[in-house]
């Protein structure tokens, strides 16, 4: 499952030169600036690895069911290859007409699957990210920063400036990951 999370990438740029330009024009002093890798530092919080990983137990039976699915369909086609020419027309009718229905429920509950696994993932990620810049505010108050950018929207900065790390400790820190629920 890919965790990938929707962002307005000219807004963030345009946002970041604004206040740049407008720090820069207000006082001849230094600027702080950090640049953070926000996705990694939701991707990698504790809470997030909890949340992936219940996730994939909730869902688990579910692609269990699709496999099983997916291997009694195999098996129809093999019967259909190996038995060709010697059923009836009708049973070879049958056979097909069975491989379509399974064929088709094994379509609907991936795409069921899908959806609903997309739908909670973006839920998570969603309340994740505004946890995190909540975090990431506090940090930045706490270091003295004038300026946090999102690392994909830099071009160049040193190592040092990055507070990724940082954040996702400030994070864990805050919100610790629920103890996954054990399988009755």
């Known amino acids: 499952m890919s965790f990938r999370m929707g962002l307005r990438p000219l807004y963030r740029i345009a946002a970041a030169c604004c206040a740049l330009l407008a720090v820069s024009q207000a006082a001849p002093a230094e600027i702080k600036v950090a640049i953070i890798n926000l996705q990694r530092a939701v991707l990698e919080s504790a809470e997030i690895k909890a949340a992936s990983a219940a996730m994939e137990g909730r869902y688990r039976p579910r692609v269990a069911d699709i496999e099983q699915l997916n291997k009694e369909l195999s098996a129809i086609a093999a019967n259909l290859q190996s038995n060709a020419g010697k059923l009836t027309p009708q049973a070879e009718a049958d056979m097909s007409q069975q491989a379509q229905r399974k064929q088709r429920d094994v379509q609907r509950k991936q795409d069921d699957l899908q959806a609903d696994v997309d739908r909670e993932r973006n839920e998570i990620l969603q ?45 864990d820190k805050e919100n610790p990951a629920a103890a996954p629920a054990r399988a009755k």
Request: hydrophobic share 50%; no cysteine.
């Open 127 to 171: 309340k994740s990210a505004v946890k995190m810049s909540a975090v990431v505010k506090k940090l930045a108050e706490s270091k003295g920063l004038d300026l946090v950018i999102d690392a994909p929207y830099a071009v160049y900065f040193k190592e040092a400036m990055e507070i990724t790390s940082e954040a996702i400790a400030a994070y």
